[in-house]
């Protein structure tokens, strides 16, 4: 909605804490078929929050790549809409979408410098070589590379490398930047640096980020959303916090770690495995101690039980100091127990 020049001006916007976010992204309905049988995304139904950082998480095969690929134009939908801003972009081509995309290991181009794998797509829209470079120093500057502007990639550390694929990305004025698993390639030490800095940068920048992983330590790290997907379906979306304390699924309380799935009388629950209490004796669950692994802060306990699964048993996370005083043992009979208030009931 536009006002003419010369009009009143419009109410002040309400203020950002009592205003939802506006929604930079939104799915409906979207389905990608490839085959007969089940689509690999089902009719899926999404709102992203303008400015917020969003992981889609699951494990391989869910249709992450896929739902980001008909974000982005890269891949035709078989029925459903993709909106940006309130613009159903669903037919565009992706150059005309405003979205634009980070690959795995960031694929710049070995042999040319930070500043013209920064211009090149505006050298291959035609731009001149003056105006292109420019606009290029001028997002190096943003991402604070101004200064390593002539060298090659492999002149640069892998942060600097990222923060040349990123003004690579923004070069083209995108609302909304799509991110296919852009750190998996990398080394944990590497990795684990490279995100806190993609997180910087999204804040900094103020831009939605939609970011594909198959790693929920790296959405809990870097999401303000995250949309747990399986099987081409949405099970749950919510903050990291959300998602971890209360998994709605129990695949999500399994594909995200640290609960245990239970059975009880009254259904099926999960509990955190540092909310679990261990007693020689007492009125909880009988379990037997089979693993004991030193984790540093923490000492994690494998054991069988009655009310859990045979396959994948239950754990105990205990912090060290707990365990020093009073160590378990393999073989050692105990008691499990917790409180109802950390039993948190999971969707049949
Ligand atoms: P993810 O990124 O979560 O690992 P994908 O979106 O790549 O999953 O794939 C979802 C499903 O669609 C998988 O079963 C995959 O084999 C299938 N698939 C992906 N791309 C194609 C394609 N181009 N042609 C046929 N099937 C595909
Ligand atoms: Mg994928």
């Known amino acids: 909605m536009g006002f003419a020049y010369g009009l009143p001006m419009p109410p002040a916007a309400p203020s950002p804490s009592s205003a939802p976010r506006p929604v930079a992204v939104e799915l409906v309905a979207l389905t990608k078929r490839y ?35 008909m974000i982005a134009g890269h891949e035709t939908v078989s029925s459903g809409d993709v909106l940006l801003e309130d613009r159903n972009i669903t037919d565009l081509p992706a150059a005309a979408r405003g979205t634009a995309m980070m690959f795995q290991s960031f694929a710049l181009f070995p042999h040319l410098t930070a500043l013209d794998n920064v211009a090149f797509s505006l ?50 004025q995108p609302k909304v930047l799509l ?18 800095e993609l997180r910087r940068w999204q804040k900094e920048l103020g ?50 770690g640290g609960h245990n799935v239970l059975q009880t009388p009254t259904g099926k629950i999960a509990v955190r495995n540092d909310h679990m209490r261990i007693e020689v004796d007492g009125e909880g669950i009988a379990a037997t101690v089979t693993d004991v692994e030193y984790q540093g802060t923490y000492v994690l306990l494998g054991l069988d039980a009655e009310n859990a699964d045979a396959r994948t048993g239950v754990s105990v996370m205990l912090p060290e100091s707990v365990f020093a005083d009073r160590p378990y043992a393999l073989g050692e009979h105990v008691r499990l127990s917790w409180a109802t208030s950390h039993a948190h009931a999971l969707a049949a």
């Open 35 to 69: 085959a007969q049988g089940q689509p690999a995304v089902d009719s899926i139904d999404l709102r992203i929050a303008s400015g917020s950082y969003c992981c889609l998480l699951g494990p391989s095969g869910c249709g992450k790549s896929t739902t980001l690929r």
């Open 123 to 172: 050298k291959m829209k035609g731009v001149a070589k003056a105006e292109r470079q420019a606009k290029a120093q001028d997002l190096l500057e943003r991402v604070a590379m101004g200064h390593l502007a002539q060298r090659k990639p492999g002149e640069l550390s892998g942060g600097q490398q990222q923060r040349v694929a990123l003004a690579r990305a923004l070069i083209t």
């Open 179 to 196: 991110l296919d698993e852009p750190l998996s390639a990398l080394d944990p030490f590497l990795r684990i640096q490279m995100r806190a």
């Open 207 to 256: 831009l939605t980020f939609i970011h594909v992983t198959h790693s929920q330590e790296e959405a809990m790290a870097l999401a303000d959303t995250m949309v747990v997907m399986n099987h081409g379906l949405i099970e749950q979306v919510g903050s990291p916090h959300e998602v971890y304390n209360k998994p709605a699924t129990e695949f999500i309380a399994r594909f995200m």
